[in-house]
Every structure is written in structure tokens, then in C-alpha cells.
């Protein structure tokens, strides 16, 4: 599936919002991406949707070493 944005620019204000067994879809990523330190992470950065417009939004993903960011998602338009 293709996403309805993508990001401009880097991201920005990255913090940790939680880690391993404090992620409610832990056994999820573990299925789909394979077991590991899994960190659901927040950050600010400009996204483009699909219609052109450009937006500064609050995303959210998770991440692992060795596998990246998985599944980014808009949480806010600022």
C-alpha cells in the first residue's frame, strides 16, 4: 500500500515514546519485522499529501536497528 504523504525534508524533535513490551503492537512487529529492541518514536517534519499541499506534522513510527522505520503515520497537522 502506498502511503498519502511523503516527508520533506529531516525530521526533527525526535523523542522515544515508548520501548519493547510498553508497545501495545509489539507481537505484531515482531510477526511482520522479526524480533528485536522495538522503540515507537515521535518527531516533527514537513509532509507533502497527496493533493500537493505541504503541511508541518507530528508523525509517529517504529523503528529497530538493522530494520529501520515501519509504517509512519501522520498523528497531527501543526
Known amino acids: ?3 498519502y504523504f511523503d516527508i ?3 525530521i526533527t524533535d525526535v523523542e522515544t515514546i515508548a520501548v519493547g513490551n510498553k ?3 509489539v507481537k505484531r512487529l515482531v510477526r511482520a519485522y522479526g524480533p528485536g529492541r522495538w522503540r515507537k518514536c515521535k518527531g516533527i517534519t514537513r509532509v507533502r499529501l497527496q493533493d500537493g499541499t ?3 506534522a507530528e508523525i509517529h513510527w517504529y523503528e529497530m536497528t538493522n530494520v529501520g522505520k515501519k509504517e509512519i503515520k501522520i498523528k497531527h497537522l501543526l
Do not use: A, L, Q
Request: charged share 40%.
Open 1 to 3: 500500500m502506498k502511503p
Open 8 to 10: 520533506v525534508g529531516d
Open 23 to 25: 508497545i501495545r503492537e
Open 54 to 56: 505541504v503541511f508541518r
